[in-house]
């Protein structure tokens, strides 16, 4: 647990569908955290990011049921001092679903995290919540460009946000791929 005042510097990604390569466990081992917003595909992916860095994981509508078991559909918590609700399938600021617009008035989550979509998107929300979805990190999917979200929390606030793009999707690396 770091000191109050501390940064926290967190690397969110989503929609791996089973893929890591060498790109992404770079920003992996730049990070405090590493915030994973489901469909993760195979328990490797898992694994190999908690071999390097904390994990927070919810689980996506192409996890099976041994991950569902093991990686929840939801996660409140708090970091730094701002609330957090991670879950897989949310909706874009100002397009929420009824239930998870309903969910913010329960939870009172300073920021929404969600993936499914593999659209990167960044906003807040006319409720004043900060939606996140850090797009697709794997090849599985409709998206061109695979991509990641990098932040820093700290005094209270999500700081420095950033976007990260890993090349095309389908397209080679060269660094080699973990896991496919």
Request: proline share 4%; charged share 20%.
């Amino acid at each position: 647990m770091k000191p109050k005042g501390t940064a926290h510097r967190i690397l969110l990604l989503s929609d791996t569908h089973s893929h890591l390569d060498q790109d992404i466990l770079r920003h992996v081992k730049a990070a405090d955290e590493v915030w994973h917003a489901g469909d993760v595909g195979q328990f490797d992916v898992i694994d190999k990011l908690l071999s390097i860095k904390p994990l927070r994981v919810v689980h996506g509508n192409i996890d099976d049921a041994l991950m569902r078991r093991e990686a929840p559909l939801d996660l409140h918590f708090t970091l730094g001092g701002v609330t957090f609700w991670m879950t897989h399938i949310g909706g874009p600021a100002g397009r929420l679903p009824k239930a998870i617009r309903a969910g913010l008035l329960v939870h009172k989550p300073d920021v929404f995290i969600c993936g499914h979509s593999h659209i990167l998107r960044a906003g807040h929300d006319p409720s004043g919540v900060l939606c996140l979805n850090p797009g697709a990190a794997g090849h599985h999917g409709f998206h061109a460009m695979r991509t990641m979200l990098r932040f820093t929390i700290e005094d209270g606030r999500v700081q420095d946000l950033a976007v990260i793009e890993l090349g095309k999707r389908g397209a080679l690396s060269g660094k080699g791929a973990l896991t496919s």
